[in-house]
């Protein structure tokens, strides 16, 4: 079986065996392919667009396009870079794949379990194809989904990726096209979806040369905290809205991959009707969405809820990692002072109704309004986690949980985020509670490597604990290869104490999802789910599953004992989990600090209504 995607754009390799390239260069007047030791002219269409149709390449030359006989610089859309962001293109025939996975059909969203994970630090070789080798073990865990963090070619041999700047070559660093269309296909035989998280609010600071000679991919006027903003909605922004949608495809077809989650959408301007975010779901719907489940998903910090409405099918809750988090470590500081009041009430307000700012005031964003109503929407439509690779990398000292939290009341939360309806995503390593930081890491060009480390050091200097610039230094340079090099998981670790009680409890909870849960969050309403708090650190919360069961959870998430009314636990009432022992003994006297009890009526024992 083959796949492609055609593109508008790029080098295509043709029926007949030519090879067209094809580029958008509007502020160009002469375009030439460099092909070996062949310089051939592009023909000069209408709109900005130069082409080259040729018998001269074909799949695995290596080439790039001269600017106006001066600058030779790579295809943006080029699909393989083997020598990185500043050297020549690679042409790739999809066709030249044979896929084997023609029975995958993928997964309905209530299996998911998302695992994100980094491909070049997740394994020591830090290859497409070494993470193959850790797929039974994620099966086993109970993950049903990789997030791979972008692969985009980004500059250098060490990135988060999110500084890509060819968005459509996967990096070299790990490995050529077919070890990531391998991967997926193996992922696919062991029943795993596999999800990419891309970039579309910005082009990385390196290797970036589109401004040369198509300008109008950026705005002029707007601006996002990692350059200069992409043009969606201005002159000339049809072709770069046509980029970005292909590149949507591009993924989902010609690699087979079963949802995106985009990245910080709301560091995307555009004021078009659609705009770019509707656009996108309506071609993947009217696309590979006929034939297979594909799931897109949003990291979006202005809690746009109608984008749930709209085709995407779930949104990071950053609202449920900051209230859970403040309530383990106590911490106050950035982000996390919006959530320093009634946490409780916050962190039920996300348990029922999925955002906690719906539209309140941001005190962190100096009082600005926050968010839209949610609280018609399934449950299902929000991804929780206690980690991912923002929340732990962008401390200075990229710090896990199990490092800032007691392991009681870590469990305690966790049991939270796994056995509540709303999807869950682990980070990598954090289910074996590795205590390896994840830091920040990069590769630039000396000159920006300085910029990048003092900015890094001067990002912290609001908070208190780095207010000392001697402190400041202590952190770690992204750009030393020791960075990088702390930040790869350690799995000899894996078998020790206490990591294999932290795996078994992962999988333990896991387990009882699908057992229990899963097969009932299909259909499941919104707007019906009910919340309150019992003092000032407990909470009881009750849901309506789709198949008519209620799936409810007392938690005390303090450090004092809470009595519980016979109300709230009736005598006789069947525990599916609870954290502490205590809590199955016959008195039921309350909850004990840091734990929490879940309990499932179904409509066939007559407990529900």
């Not at 865990?141 to 968005?167: C, H, Q, S």
């Not at 710090?399 to 939360?413: G, K, N, P």
């Not at 930040?487 to 020790?496: G, I, N, P, Q, V």
């Not at 229990?516 to 599953?545: K, N, Y």
Request: hydrophobic share 40%.
């Amino acid at each position: 079986m083959k796949r492609r995607h055609s593109m508008p754009f790029g080098a295509e390799v043709r029926a007949d065996g030519r090879v067209r390239f094809r580029l958008w260069a509007p502020a160009a007047e002469q375009v030439d392919l460099c092909l070996g030791d062949w310089i051939l002219p592009m023909t000069a269409l209408e709109g900005g667009w130069f082409e080259l149709i040729t018998d001269r390449a074909g799949a695995g030359s290596h080439y790039c396009v001269r600017i106006n006989r001066d600058r030779c610089v790579p295809d943006p859309a080029s699909r393989f870079q083997p020598y990185d962001v500043h050297g020549p293109s690679e042409v790739i025939d999809p066709g030249g794949f044979r896929w084997q996975d023609g029975g995958w059909k993928g997964r309905p969203w209530e299996e998911t379990v998302i695992y994100e994970l980094h491909v070049g630090a997740f394994m020591p070789e830090g290859r497409f194809s070494a993470v193959k080798d850790r797929l039974d073990y994620l099966v086993e865990l109970g993950v049903t989904a990789i997030e791979l963090m972008p692969v985009a070619d980004f500059p250098g041999i060490r990135n988060w990726g999110y500084d890509g700047v060819l968005p459509f070559a996967p990096d070299a660093c790990y490995g050529r096209p077919e070890d990531l269309k391998d991967l997926v296909q193996t992922a696919h035989t062991k029943g795993l979806m596999v999800f990419l998280d891309v970039v579309y609010n910005h082009f990385g600071p390196e290797g970036n040369y589109l401004h040369a000679y198509a300008p109008q991919f950026f705005s002029q006027q707007r601006h996002t905290p990692w350059g200069g903003a992409i043009n969606f909605d201005g002159p000339g922004s049809r072709v770069v809205r046509d980029f970005f949608v292909h590149n949507a495809l591009y993924w989902l077809e010609e690699y087979h991959l079963d949802g995106l989650r985009l990245d910080a959408v709301h560091a995307i301007f555009d004021d078009s009707d659609p705009d770019i975010f509707t656009e996108i779901a309506q071609a993947v719907r009217q696309g590979p969405g006929k034939a297979r489940p594909i799931h897109l998903i949003l990291e979006n910090d202005r809690n746009a809820a109608h984008y749930l409405r709209q085709g995407y099918r779930a949104q990071w809750n950053d609202d449920i990692h900051h209230v859970l988090h403040s309530l383990l470590t106590g911490e106050t500081e950035g982000y996390y002072q919006d959530y320093a009041s009634q946490p409780v009430w916050r962190l039920g307000r996300c348990l029922t109704e999925g955002f906690a700012y719906q539209g309140e005031p941001s005190r962190y964003r100096g009082g600005a309004l926050r968010g839209e109503p949610s609280r018609d929407l399934p449950a299902t439509a929000f991804v929780s986690f206690l980690q991912n690779h923002d929340q732990i990398g962008n401390r200075a000292f990229g710090e896990r949980l199990v490092m800032l939290a007691e392991a009681r009341a870590l469990r305690a939360t966790i049991a939270v985020i796994l056995l509540a309806p709303a999807p869950p995503l682990l980070f990598m390593g954090e289910e074996f509670g590795t205590t390896q930081p994840f830091l920040f890491f990069c590769h630039f060009e000396p000159a920006l490597a300085r910029a990048v480390t003092e900015g890094r050091h001067n990002e912290f200097a609001r908070f208190k604990d780095f207010a000392d610039p001697a402190v400041r230094a202590t952190i770690p340079d992204p750009n030393e290869w020791a960075t990088f090099e702390r930040s790869k998981l350690d799995w000899e670790r894996l078998t020790a104490p206490p990591h294999a009680l932290w795996l078994e409890f992962y999988q333990q909870l896991l387990a009882l999802r699908h057992q229990a849960i899963v097969p009932r969050l299909a259909g499941m309403p919104g707007g019906e789910a009910q919340f309150h708090r019992l003092g000032e650190r407990g909470l009881s919360v009750r849901w309506r599953l789709g198949d008519g069961a209620t799936l409810r959870l007392l938690a005390n998430l303090g450090a004092e004992f809470i009595p519980i009314s016979e109300e709230l636990w009736p005598t006789g009432e069947k525990i599916l989990y609870a954290t502490d022992p205590e809590c199955a003994t016959a008195t039921r006297a309350g909850l004990p600090p840091w734990s929490v009890v879940w309990f499932l009526d179904t409509p066939h024992n007559g407990h529900a209504p």
